[in-house]
């Protein structure tokens, strides 16, 4: 594929507020997780909550668009100039001309679950002012982010799970690809709620302590939520100092939830990732793991990870920093493989204390500084929807 460079970046997840925040964070090896008291949940786990969500404030002309999935994409949208670079694009290329892919797991379904609270009681209708549209329907994230950029290219929303998010990178280089845009701006949604607590719960994936990936004690996730933002271009000389050079996708048909337990379908993934970044294994400098911490999962992708770039790659999982992030860990942790190629810097792990010796990958316990050109990241979905995406610096 022709690389793509990521000409602007944005992200706030429980660690703080901003690229700057996220890496301060990461270097000082800080969690975001809490104990979860989040709405009526009565569940003994950690949260990854983003503060300050509550105070935000929607624009007069999008008041109906109010929920809390969307009030984190506002937050997202207004931090690290995202919003600014987006309009100085607009300007060079036209509204038209700008697409925008994002991710999301569940979008605004909180609003949905508050509505039901306040059923009417004679009839068991929902209150009037609940707006199933522009809240809960899955293409309100991108309706809503289209309507803040002031942007009216194509525009569609993933939802395949925790790979969401990274899919939309592959979208927006194939979009770019034929021609249908100049430009792409890609992210992922994804907050709190109910649903989300309480079904992965049902299905013993949640932990009672902070998530700890690779962890021989590893017993689950621990589920947070956050927004990311990218803003993608056709790479031109002396432009921004970290492109997309390859993605990977592949769908493993295996199990509604479980992966393949060898990890074929991650192994084609990342396999299709090189590819089509043109480059060997050992090209690559670091792989950001999904890492979910639960059992299947990690021996899953160690199996993969190893069979295709041996056991000495650096690799971590940093959602024992941020929590799964769902819908939106796909471009959370891909702007974090960004953060690592422009700092020279390999983020440890803040939760895992003893590493699983039945798992081989050389997983970082702690943060490394060294040179870094290329990393790849890993988001794998349920049922089998995989996608791994190679970021490199600019030559």
């Known amino acids: 594929m022709q690389p793509l460079s990521i000409s602007r970046y944005s992200l706030v997840n429980s660690l703080g507020a901003g690229a700057a925040a996220t890496l301060a964070a990461l270097r000082e090896k800080e969690s975001g997780l809490t104990r979860c008291d989040f709405e009526t949940v009565a569940l003994e786990t950690y949260i990854g909550e983003v503060s300050g969500l509550d105070a935000v404030t929607m624009p007069p002309a999008l008041a109906a668009y109010d929920c809390r999935n969307n009030r984190l994409a506002l937050m997202g949208l207004e931090l690290d100039g995202f919003a600014a670079a987006v309009a100085s694009t607009r300007e060079r290329y036209g509204a038209h001309r700008i697409g925008v892919f994002m991710g999301t797991s569940t979008s605004g379904i909180l609003e949905t679950e508050l509505a039901y609270r306040r059923l009417d009681a004679a009839t068991g209708a929902l209150p009037t002012g609940f707006r199933y549209a522009e809240?809960?329907?899955?293409?309100?994230?991108?309706?809503?982010?289209?309507?803040?950029?002031?942007?009216?290219?194509?525009?569609?929303?993933?939802?395949?799970?925790?790979?969401?998010?990274?899919?939309?990178?592959?979208?927006?280089?194939?979009?770019?690809?034929?021609?249908?845009?100049?430009?792409?701006?890609?992210?992922?949604?994804?907050?709190?709620?109910?649903?989300?607590?309480?079904?992965?719960?049902?299905?013993?994936?949640?932990?009672?302590?902070?998530?700890?990936?690779?962890?021989?004690?590893?017993?689950?996730?621990?589920?947070?939520?956050?927004?990311?933002?990218?803003?993608?271009?056709?790479?031109?000389?002396?432009?921004?100092?970290?492109?997309?050079?390859?993605?990977?996708?592949?769908?493993?048909?295996?199990?509604?939830?479980?992966?393949?337990?060898?990890?074929?379908?991650?192994?084609?993934?990342?396999?299709?990732?090189?590819?089509?970044?043109?480059?060997?294994?050992?090209?690559?400098?670091?792989?950001?793991?999904?890492?979910?911490?639960?059992?299947?999962?990690?021996?899953?992708?160690?199996?993969?990870?190893?069979?295709?770039?041996?056991?000495?790659?650096?690799?971590?999982?940093?959602?024992?920093?941020?929590?799964?992030?769902?819908?939106?860990?796909?471009?959370?942790?891909?702007?974090?493989?960004?953060?690592?190629?422009?700092?020279?810097?390999?983020?440890?792990?803040?939760?895992?204390?003893?590493?699983?010796?039945?798992?081989?990958?050389?997983?970082l316990l702690d943060n490394v500084n060294a040179p870094v050109r290329r990393v790849m990241s890993n988001s794998f979905g349920f049922g089998g929807s995989n996608c791994s995406l190679v970021f490199g610096a600019t030559d």
């Open 135 to 363: 809240t809960q329907n899955t293409f309100s994230l991108a309706d809503f982010v289209q309507r803040c950029l002031g942007l009216k290219g194509p525009a569609f929303v993933v939802s395949s799970a925790c790979s969401s998010s990274a899919k939309v990178f592959a979208h927006a280089a194939r979009m770019l690809e034929a021609g249908v845009c100049d430009a792409a701006v890609v992210g992922g949604v994804d907050s709190l709620c109910l649903t989300t607590l309480y079904g992965f719960n049902s299905l013993g994936l949640t932990s009672r302590a902070p998530c700890r990936p690779f962890d021989v004690d590893r017993d689950g996730i621990s589920i947070g939520e956050g927004a990311g933002f990218a803003l993608l271009e056709k790479s031109r000389h002396g432009d921004a100092a970290v492109r997309l050079l390859g993605v990977g996708e592949s769908g493993d048909a295996y199990h509604m939830s479980s992966p393949h337990p060898e990890g074929m379908g991650a192994r084609l993934a990342m396999q299709r990732a090189l590819d089509t970044a043109n480059l060997p294994s050992h090209a690559i400098d670091y792989i950001n793991l999904h890492g979910t911490a639960t059992k299947a999962n990690d021996a899953s992708e160690d199996q993969a990870v190893c069979a295709l770039f041996g056991d000495r790659l650096p690799a971590s999982s940093t959602k024992g920093a941020t929590g799964h992030l769902l819908g939106a860990a796909g471009v959370t942790e891909a702007l974090i493989s960004i953060l690592a190629i422009e700092h020279d810097f390999l983020p440890g792990s803040p939760q895992t204390r003893h590493p699983d010796p039945a798992l081989k990958t050389n997983y």
